[in-house]
């Protein structure tokens, strides 16, 4: 159902792996993932229908592209699974900053069991390369506090679903959290929302073309044409040309696009640019 060597080639990986799963192995693979696969939504601004099939999500990202979280982490667990470790999908719901908790269903989590180490003798993991500029390595699913790079994180048992969690994002973070239950979930759950993220004028995806990267000092952020890089401190740029809009995301996102045509890239670049042009005429809100 995924290819797993491509996929593995895809994140720099060797791609027949000897090693059995192990919590290091998977968070080698989770960092990889990371690193080299970008949280992107420009199938949106290129008009272009997905679904959350993960299969579907796999071939994607084998190809060079990414995501966001049905892709990236529908994706990641349909290579997890191949490669023998116990995954469990589960909906989930991101909050803004100032927002209520609630699992909408507008976020797939991860778990990941059975792994062992000495930090996690449970062996239990919160796994997740589809929060954008959140974690860059398996969390235990236990109760604490926990540093990754410049950023802090906390897990701690959710208030609204009982027996579930929250994830509470660094504070300068894009959002300010996330709520799992503990129930599994078939990808069929995400349909409405997918629907709904990927052509509602009112969606986040719809009104601005957002790319991130994360890494282990920090993480790339380009909305619109407005680049930053948050680690220790946060640094801006804005992008003035095509060639510098397509330069960022090939050597700072890993996305050189070499699946669009150059009449599909000025297309592009036309959208996004007017977008960016009509935030500033709003004042930059």
């Known amino acids: 159902m995924v290819n797993t060597a491509a996929y593995l080639a895809r994140l720099g990986l060797p791609e027949s792996p000897q090693a059995p799963p192990s919590a290091e192995s998977l968070r080698a693979l989770h960092t990889a993932h990371v690193e080299n696969v970008a949280y992107e939504?420009?199938?949106?601004?290129?008009?272009?229908?997905?679904?959350?099939?993960?299969?579907?999500?796999?071939?994607?990202?084998?190809?060079?592209?990414?995501?966001?979280?049905?892709?990236?982490?529908?994706?990641?667990?349909q290579l997890l699974?191949?490669?023998?470790?116990?995954?469990?999908?589960?909906?989930?719901?991101?909050?803004?900053?100032?927002?209520?908790?609630?699992?909408?269903?507008?976020?797939?989590?991860l778990t990941v069991r059975g792994l062992p180490s000495a930090d996690n003798p449970g062996?239990?993991?919160?796994?997740?390369?589809?929060?954008?500029?959140?974690?860059?390595?398996?969390?235990?699913?236990?109760a604490g506090t926990y540093r990754q790079g410049p950023f802090t994180y906390a897990l701690r048992p959710s208030e609204i679903v009982p027996g579930g969690w929250r994830f509470d994002h660094d504070s300068r973070g894009s959002f300010a959290g996330m709520d799992f239950g503990t129930e599994p979930a078939?990808?069929?759950a995400?349909?409405?929302?997918?629907?709904?993220?990927?052509?509602?004028?009112?969606?986040?995806?719809?009104?601005?073309?957002?790319?991130?990267?994360?890494?282990?000092?920090?993480?790339?952020?380009?909305?619109?044409?407005?680049?930053?890089?948050?680690?220790?401190?946060?640094?801006?740029?804005?992008?003035?040309s095509a060639l510098d809009y397509y330069?960022?995301?090939?050597?700072?996102?890993?996305l050189p696009l070499d699946?669009?045509?150059?009449?599909?890239?000025?297309?592009?670049w036309l959208k996004v640019s007017a977008a960016h042009e009509g935030w500033l005429a709003a004042g930059s809100p």
């Not at 997905?50 to 529908?74: I, M």
């Not at 023998?84 to 797939?108: A, F, K, M, W």
């Not at 239990?124 to 236990?142: I, K």
């Not at 929302?193 to 990267?213: C, D, K, N, W, Y």
């Open 81 to 109: 699974t191949a490669l023998g470790y116990d995954v469990t999908r589960h909906v989930s719901g991101v909050q803004p900053h100032g927002g209520e908790p609630g699992i909408t269903g507008n976020h797939l989590a």
């Open 41 to 77: 939504v420009l199938e949106i601004w290129l008009g272009r229908t997905t679904t959350v099939d993960p299969v579907e999500s796999a071939a994607r990202v084998c190809l060079g592209r990414g995501g966001y979280c049905y892709h990236l982490n529908g994706a990641f667990s």
């Open 186 to 188: 078939e990808m069929t």
């Open 259 to 268: 699946d669009l045509s150059a009449d599909e890239k000025e297309q592009l």
């Open 123 to 142: 062996g239990a993991w919160l796994v997740d390369v589809g929060l954008g500029d959140a974690l860059h390595e398996p969390l235990p699913l236990v």
């Open 247 to 254: 330069a960022a995301l090939a050597d700072i996102f890993r």
């Open 190 to 240: 995400f349909d409405g929302m997918h629907e709904h993220l990927s052509t509602s004028p009112t969606s986040g995806f719809v009104r601005v073309a957002t790319v991130q990267r994360r890494d282990a000092y920090g993480v790339d952020i380009l909305r619109g044409l407005l680049l930053t890089r948050l680690g220790a401190e946060r640094r801006y740029v804005t992008l003035t």
